[in-house]
């Protein structure tokens, strides 16, 4: 098991995708401050009627007048991006290419002919996976604090512990989601529907779903409507998890990803164990 973990890694460090999706990541987060830098400046030049240089009493410029004045917490943008899905996209396509990565060239049949359990194939992708979930987080955080920190003049932290204790559930909760689609593209023998799940799971159309089955589950089956199903769904906390959530939303969680993650490993390895690998 130690050494296809280790065969494992050692080939993810030679992938492009493994630097390219936290990168890629890092600038999507650029970006985002940088529109919001952007957003309020671009509205003041579309409602001047020109543009003005005048010196102020106090010696200044109008050009003074342009500097950043307003605030950028740290703690609240994160939440924003939590909140947004967008690292979801990531985590999955991430995810997706680790789960397919060895399909090539008949390197999987080779390797699960000189295994006692083909499902060990699949538990063995899991520390990838979490590496991987590590620097996405990470160079999200990062990348937030340092273009909020170049571009605004008031820049603050915000709750450092605050951040951290929604940065623990968050990983878990990806990890979590990294097992889904590790279960799902074992099932489907392709990259394409564990992005595809990433991206229906990030648009903000699953709460329609949730809702409809809460629907169900009230007025057909009599469950009390003091249960709601939206509880028990990875995609439901990724979104609503951040640094303001009190101790049971963390806790919750924090458990419904772990359950995820033994659940969707469990099913991936008997899902391999029982296919026919070509």
Partial sequence: MFNIIKMNLYRLFRQKAFYIIPISTAIMCCLMV??????????NLATD?????????????????LLITEEFKLTEFIDEIFGSGMLMIFISIAAAIITNAEQKNGFIKNVAGQISSRGMLTVAKLPGMLLECILVLAAAVFSCALAGRL???????????ALAGALAVQLMLAFGFCSLILMI????GNAASGIITGIALSAGIMPLVYTLINKVLWTYLHVPES???????LSTHLMSISTVSDTKTLTLGFVV????LVACSAGAFVIITRKDIV
């Fill in 34 to 43: 940088y529109l919001i830098w952007l957003t309020p400046r671009m509205e």
């Fill in 227 to 233: 249960f709601d199903i939206t509880r028990c769904f």
């Fill in 185 to 188: 593209c074992t099932l489907a």
């Fill in 49 to 65: 009627s020109g543009f003005q240089i005048t010196v102020g009493p106090d010696g200044s410029n109008g050009i003074e007048s």
């Fill in 257 to 260: 990803g772990a359950v995820y």
């Fill in 151 to 161: 571009l605004f003049s008031s820049f603050t932290l915000g709750s450092l512990s």
